[in-house]
C-alpha cells in the first residue's frame, strides 16, 4: 500500500472517530440542559449499557440485523446504485422463514436442518426482492431508488397477507402467526443474555464478504463499476451484469437478517409494519465507508447508541428519540466530503514533500 493510500485510510478511521465524538458533545450539552439531573442523565447514557451482562448482551443482539443489512448495503453503495430494497428484503426474509417453520415444526426434519432451510428460504427472499429493483433499473431505466421504496410498501403488504391469511393462529390474542416450535429456535450463546448464534453466521458473512470483496475478481469489478462505469466497460467488465448481481448477492444477506432475527428473537411472526433495518443498513454501510470489515463496529456503535438512549428513557423523563440527533449529526459529518478535506490534503501534500526532498537528497 503507498503512502498516499495509507494517509486516506487513516485519515476516514479518524474522520469517523471525530464525527463521534462532536455528536456524543452536541448529545451531552442537549441532555445537560433538558436535564434536572444531567450527570446522572449523562453517566446513564453512557456507561449504562456496559452496566451489567444484560445489557451488554443486549447492544449484541442489536447488532446482529444490523451487520446483516449493512453488508446488504455496502453491494448497493460499491455500485452507486442506492436501491433500498433492503428493508422489505428483511420482511419477506423473516415471513418466508417462519412460514418454513411453521410447515417443518411437526416433520421429523432435524432441527438443524430446519433452522439452515429457514436461512437459505430467507437469503433467497433477499435475492428476489433486490432483484426486482435493479432489473427494472438495468433494462428498462427505471429510478432504482423509487421502485425499490415502493416495493418495500408492496412487500410489507404481501407479507401483511401472509399473516392474516395463511399462519395466522386464530387462537392467538394478536395478530401473531402460529408458534414457530423449538427446534427453529436459534440457541443462545450466552446464558443470561439474549445473545443468539445469529451473531455467529453474521460475522461469518462478514468474513465472506470481505473475502469477495477485496480478494475475488467479482468484488474488483464490482468497486471498478462504482468508481467508473465508463472505464469498466473498456476494459471488459460487463457493466449491467455486474450491476445486477451485486445488488441479487447484497439482497440475499438482508433477506438472511430478517430469517435470523425471527429464528433468534421471536416465538412468533407478527411484523405488520417495516422493521426499518434495511434503512439502518444504510447507515452502517455510510458509517463503515462501503467497507464489509467495518461493517461490525459501525452495528456496535448504532447499537450502543440505540440502549444508551433506551436505558435514559427508561428511568427519566427524556424520550429515546434524541438519539436521532446523535445518528443525523454522525452520518452528516460522515458523508460530507469536505469535512477535515482540507486536513487530509495537508498530510498528503507534506508526505509527498518529504518524499520528494528524501529523492533530491539522496540524488
Partial sequence: MNKTKRIENTFDIVRILIAIAVAYLIALIILALISDDPLNVIGLFIAGPFSSKKHIGDIFTRMIPLIFTGLCMCFVYAINKFNLAGEGAVNLGGCLAACVAIALKETSVPGWL??????????????LSNAIPAIADQVFHADVCVISLMLNYILLYFTTFILKNVIK?????VTASYKLGSKVKLPKMIPG??????????IACVVFVAILFYKMPFGYKMRAVGINPTFAKYIGIPVTSTIILAQIIGGSFAGMGGAVQILGMFPRYKWESLTNYGFDGLMIAVLARKNPILVPISAFLIAYIRNGADLVATKTQIPPEFVSIIQGIIIVLVAAEMFLSGWKKRLIFNAARKDLNEKEAKA
Avoid at 393462529?169 to 390474542?173: F, K, M, N, V, Y
Avoid at 443474555?193 to 453474521?202: F, N, R, V
Fill in 114 to 127: 430446519c433452522i439452515i432451510l429457514c436461512i437459505i428460504v430467507g437469503a433467497l427472499a433477499g435475492m
Fill in 193 to 202: 443474555t439474549t445473545i443468539h448464534i445469529g451473531l455467529l453466521i453474521a
Fill in 169 to 173: 393462529d386464530q387462537g392467538a390474542a
